[in-house]
């Protein structure tokens, strides 16, 4: 049995994880060389992909679990060759900002490196059963790293993050269970059962004839949306914004929200076409909500993690807009947005990181004293120009400037949510008012003015040039020259939409 | 989508140098010799060198029209939400876009030459570095041929004021400026790409070639369309300082007033201004211009108010020229384009020639040599000129616009409306002459510092020839006196914009009278209120403090947005509180625990009593067996037992011997 290149991809970071433990001292190496070799994989796959193709490209399949029709079935496509080009970037560089962690670097790379296969397992995977064997294994690290790693308050953080998974990844597996036994000849693969095949089904429960494709629908959305920050499910990720170590909280601000983003698009089109038209506005409502109350609460934030976090909410929402235009351009530049979100977050709070080691703290407000009094950091500029101007290009981007990836992403995505929703565009934009004013009040305190202590604080090294700078120069050239990656995406949206129209 | 002509070539090329060196200076400025501006120097003469070739491929081509295009985000297949052409980074050439590149790149050599009074603060790299995007970003909006490509030129302009108001970022009031100047600006151009978006959505492509009015003559959806015409129309308002975007230049700061007026108020307007030219079919098409002139009338009426109840020169001086601004705009609304253009173009000149005069104190020396002259007497005359070219005085690019927007607004609207712009124009005019009047010399004893290069004294006279109206019109009066037979050569603005909406006849006396009789008013006036130390401006400002601190905040629209946004993050915490505070930290682990709690209660007692149940019905089942288990074990019965047993087992043996049974 020989491996394709997909399966290398996902695989390499295992066996680099399981290298850790042999190779004492040389973990690390070992460590960003799996990562990066899989991320090579990766970049090689798209590269070979062919955008006219609407179809699987890759396509591996391999027998698992014969008796329950579970099969090891990977593959790529338009959209989710995104989300392998955002994890093969991102987890590599989260690698490297942890290089000199001092608590037992081994385990925390090991970790991020099974996270990074549960990831790429769970994006590439088309088989339901395979989606959510590696959707679910990605809670695990998560829950070593903020409990052994985190601050203060870890091991209650942990906790918490761990029961929400269990909890998410329960009503997940529930929705599965009623697919898998909703469909005759029993299956999941994700070929056979894609195509609105539930339609007319149902559950009996007690007295109730309760629709499968809603149901299956309520729960695997639900299961996601407790694993995403979804307000107003989010407590938990606030809780883990202040207490995971920062390169912990990218990983799941930027690849894993966008993870479960992805897959709430690619399972509920492809599976329950008729309930996502139904359901198209309350998907828009939830989107504003978020858009909403990330802003409002973005607004009122005085510590740099916690308004990452509220950030976050916010795209999620704005994602949630674009999936619920129900048309192409919309959808389109939902999924791109992903990926710019990915890199923009990734970037902001990267460079979060790197104030967090030189200056200790990330508030650049003093508590309880409005939005003028400037807190502990400020000044930066003039000590780490570098890393102000990284911190100025992914602000960019996250605000959707000209020039940066954000604005392909947010652009398409108003275009296309306008023409069915316009009321939701224009609460859309009115949130990006408040993301200029609460952006660029965080710059102001930060970078600007004067400096708060007499440290000098160095700028970027050349450890953090090198892993930062690929995330800058993605970001920007995304801007300029996004052409690629929507022709890559645009003949699966179609496909995806077909089944609606 | 058209092939890559040379020039366009070069202009793509100029970009990708522009941007080099704007990166280069802005991270290794200081460490290069002369701050840099060796780079500006090389930035622009090769820019001089692509806009000759521009010129000579343009009048080769007899000023044809040449549009370009590179597929950008490409969405033209996707569906037809997009739109017919979705966003693509597309070139024009036409004399309008020569023109404006060629008065830009005039005024940034202007400034570079003079660059000692563009930037006297600490950190001119960056300044260099800012003038580089400055200029890139007005480039691409001149060149650009649809929405997006002005938009992305349009971010580069908001970009570079920001470098530029943060090049001293280590002070706070100047780290204030600048982000208050970009939150706004930004805002501003929000408010364009949601219109554009609106606009764009309804199958109009904002691109302006034959296209865009061959689409507006069959727009499917009306209301979007205007709806999104009107955000384009407020985003250029604001773009250009219209009311109330303007509190930040209340905002103390060391920057140069050449610079503030440079970045923040003349490049933006710009920007907004290509916006209003380039889109002017869009706006006539949907009906809404005429409605905004009277926004814009009201802006300039407002700035002018606001502009008198200032104390600080800056101030007072940028919200005049943003008063221009307003009321350029608003008489282009009401008559046409080409007005807006001629009264911003000459408002441009006059902001940057007066405020270089403005700043002749800031690079001063009290001591005379031969390279420097005595400002003075320069100072008078250019500050007198600019009080003519603001209030719209014949001779200059802006008296056609202003005249013409009277007779105009008097054919369309009647008198009524005469009589309010008259009022604008009036507050207007007067703040203009008064910065003539109210130049006073230094009160002290001290030699002032008042000596300044021969060059620098010189520098807003070039402007002011440029905003000659000859120049722009070819008629030596600017064709304010009809009849008159004075036009000396071809008339540049029917080069840019082709046959003028209003001409002038021998029926414009009406206007005409109206226009020269603000013109002497407003002279009378600002003489009369600027007679005295303090003047009359300054007693009414000390006299009701409160009322002209009320103006001066724009009628306290500065509080009222503060008031909004501190709102705004009062309310978001209230919500976060709520949420996460009281919901999830507090309500629902609480509750989790008491559910949890009282079922465990419930259990426990539960069990309690079973387990009581459990033991007495034991002990009552169990408890015969259990006495004589015990009966047994305690040796009491068992002589008994084992007598039973003995006596049994020989009644057993007896029977199977007697029945014979062995």
């Not at chain 1, 529930?174 to 999941?188: C, D, R, V």
């Not at chain 2, 739109?83 to 404006?100: C, E, K, N, S, W």
């Not at chain 2, 009701?544 to 009320?550: D, H, I, L, N």
Request: proline content about 3%.
């Amino acid at each position: 049995m020989s491996l394709n290149l997909i399966s290398w991809m996902i695989f390499l970071p295992f066996l680099g994880a399981i290298s850790q433990i042999f190779l004492p001292g040389r973990g690390k190496w070992a460590a960003l060389a799996a990562s990066i070799l899989s991320a090579c994989c990766g970049t090689a796959l798209i590269l070979g992909m062919d955008p006219a193709v609407s179809d699987l490209q890759a396509v591996e399949i391999l027998p698992w679990v014969g008796s329950y029709s579970i099969t090891y079935e990977v593959g790529m496509d338009g959209l989710n060759a995104l989300l392998v080009l955002l994890i093969s970037w991102v987890m590599p560089v989260l690698i490297a900002a942890e290089w000199k962690q001092k608590k037992g670097v081994a385990g925390m790379h090991a970790l991020f490196l099974i996270l990074q296969a549960s990831l790429l397992g769970a994006v590439c995977a088309q088989d339901l059963f395979l989606v959510f064997f590696f959707w679910a294994l990605s809670a695990v690290p998560m829950y070593f790293l903020i409990g052994i790693w985190g601050g203060d308050d870890r091991e209650s953080a942990s906790f918490r993050t761990l029961v929400v998974s269990a909890i998410g990844n329960a009503f997940f597996f529930g929705a599965l269970i009623l697919i898998y036994y909703s469909f005759e000849p029993h299956t999941f693969s994700l070929k056979e059962l894609a195509g609105g095949k539930f339609a007319g089904k149902t559950f009996h429960f007690l007295d109730w004839d309760l629709p499968v494709p809603l149901l299956a629908f309520s729960l695997m959305s639900l299961g996601l949306a407790l694993r995403t920050p979804i307000w107003p499910l989010h407590g938990w990720f606030t809780v883990f914004a202040q207490q995971s170590p920062l390169s912990v909280f990218v990983a799941v601000s930027s690849v894993m929200t966008a993870v479960a983003s992805y897959l709430f698009v690619k399972l509920s089109f492809s599976l329950f076409p008729e309930t996502i038209s139904a359901t198209s506005q309350g998907i828009v409502a939830v989107g504003l909500l978020n858009l909403i109350a990330g802003g409002l609460g973005a607004l009122s934030q005085k510590n740099l993690r916690t308004l990452l976090s509220f950030v976050c909410i916010g795209e999620v929402g704005i994602a949630l807009v674009g999936y619920g235009s129900l048309n192409s351009v919309g959808i389109v530049g939902a999924v791109f947005q992903l990926l710019s979100l990915g890199l923009g977050i990734a970037g902001f709070g990267l460079f979060i990181n790197v104030l967090n080691e030189r200056k200790g703290s990330t508030d650049f407000l003093k508590e309880g004293t409005g939005t003028t009094v400037t807190g502990t950091l400020g000044g930066i500029a003039v000590q780490a120009p570098g890393v102000a101007v990284v911190a100025a290009i992914m602000t960019g981007t996250l605000l959707g400037f000209p020039g940066v990836s954000g604005f392909i992403g947010h652009s398409l995505l108003v275009m296309g949510s306008y023409s069915v929703h316009p009321i939701a565009v224009v609460v859309t934009v009115g949130a990006f008012f408040m993301a200029t004013f609460y952006f660029f009040t965080m710059y102001r305190h930060v970078f600007l003015g004067k400096a708060q202590d007499s440290s000098v604080m160095e700028d970027l090294n050349f450890r953090e040039k090198l892993y930062l700078l690929p995330l800058v120069f993605l970001v920007i050239w995304f801007g300029i020259y996004p052409k690629p990656l929507i022709d890559l995406i645009r003949p699966t949206v179609l496909t995806l939409l077909s089944t609606i129209k | 989508m058209g092939t890559l002509s040379v020039e366009n070539l070069f202009t793509l090329s100029g970009f990708v140098l522009g941007w080099i060196f704007f990166l280069t200076l802005f991270f290794f400025g200081d460490r290069i010799s002369r701050k840099g501006d060796w780079l500006v120097w090389i930035f622009m003469v090769v820019q001089m060198a692509f806009l000759i070739l521009s010129w000579r491929v343009q009048i080769e081509a007899g000023w044809s029209v040449s549009h370009w295009a590179l597929s950008w985000v490409d969405s033209a297949n996707l569906d037809k939400a997009a739109g017919p052409m979705g966003p693509t980074i597309a070139f024009i050439r036409d004399p309008f876009q020569l023109a404006v590149w060629s008065l830009a790149t005039i005024i940034f050599l202007l400034l570079l030459i003079n660059q000692e009074i563009l930037h006297f603060e600490e950190r001119p790299e960056k300044s260099h570095a800012s003038l580089i995007l400055g200029f890139m970003g007005v480039l691409l909006c001149t060149s650009a041929a649809n929405f997006w490509t002005l938009a992305l030129g349009g971010s580069w302009v908001i970009l570079s004021g920001w470098t530029a108001f943060s090049s001293n970022w280590e002070l706070e009031r100047e780290a204030d400026l600048a982000t208050r100047f970009i939150r706004e600006k930004g805002i501003a151009l929000g408010l364009l790409v949601v219109g554009a978006v609106m606009v764009h959505g309804s199958g109009i492509p904002l691109s302006w070639n034959k296209s865009l009015i061959q689409w507006l003559d069959s727009y499917p959806n009306a209301i979007a369309v205007k709806v999104g015409g009107v955000f384009l129309l407020m985003g250029t308002l604001f773009l250009s300082g219209g009311f109330p975007w303007l509190g930040w230049s209340q905002m103390n700061s060391r920057q140069s007033l050449v610079k503030r007026t440079l970045f923040g108020v003349v490049l933006p307007s710009l920007v907004a201004m290509m916006t209003l030219v380039r889109l002017d079919p869009l706006f006539r098409g949907i009906g809404v211009s005429h409605w905004m002139g009277w926004v814009c009338l009201s802006s300039a009426f407002l700035l002018a108010l606001s502009a008198m109840s200032q104390l600080k020169k800056e101030a007072y001086f940028l919200q005049t020229m943003a008063a221009v601004l307003s009321l350029g705009m608003a008489g282009g609304f009401f008559s046409s384009a080409w007005i807006t253009a001629s009264i911003l173009l000459g408002a441009y000149l006059i902001a940057l020639a007066a405020a270089m005069v403005l700043s002749f104190s800031s690079v001063a020396t009290a001591e005379p040599d031969s390279s420097r002259v005595s400002s003075e007497t320069f100072s008078t005359v250019a500050l007198f000129i600019s009080g003519l070219l603001i209030a719209g005085f014949f001779g200059f690019v802006s008296s056609p616009g202003f005249l013409k927007s009277y007779l105009a607004i008097l054919a369309s609207d009647g008198w009524g409306a005469v009589a309010f712009f008259s009022v604008a124009h009036l507050m207007v005019a007067i703040c203009g002459f008064r910065m003539n009047f109210g130049s006073k010399p230094a009160a002290s004893g001290a030699p002032a510092p008042v000596y300044v290069k021969w060059m620098t004294a010189l520098g807003p006279f070039y402007l002011f020839i440029l905003g000659m109206a000859w120049i722009w019109t070819g008629a030596m009066t600017g064709e304010i006196v009809p009849g008159l037979m004075d036009q000396v050569s071809v008339s540049l603005l029917d080069q840019l914009f082709g046959q003028k909406s209003i001409q002038l006849d021998a029926n414009s006396a009406e206007g005409m009278g109206v226009y020269w009789g603000v013109f002497v008013l407003s002279f009378a006036i600002s003489y009369w209120m600027t007679r005295g130390n303090p003047d009359r401006f300054e007693k009414w400002v000390q006299s009701s403090p409160r009322f002209a601190g009320f103006i001066s905040e724009q009628i306290g629209m500065d509080r009222l947005g503060n008031g909004l946004m501190n709102l705004l993050v009062r309310f978001g915490s209230a919500v976060e509180n709520l949420i996460d505070g009281f919901l999830w930290k507090k309500s629902i682990p609480g509750a989790t625990k008491w559910v949890l709690r009282i079922l465990g209660q419930g259990f426990g007692r539960a069990d309690s009593e079973l387990r009581k149940r459990i033991e007495w019905s034991t002990a009552r089942g169990f408890a015969g067996a259990a006495w004589a288990v015990q009966r047994i074990q305690g040796g009491k019965l068992q002589q008994y037992w084992y007598l039973s047993l003995f006596a049994g087992i020989t009644l057993v043996v007896a029977l199977i011997v007697t029945r014979g049974l062995l």
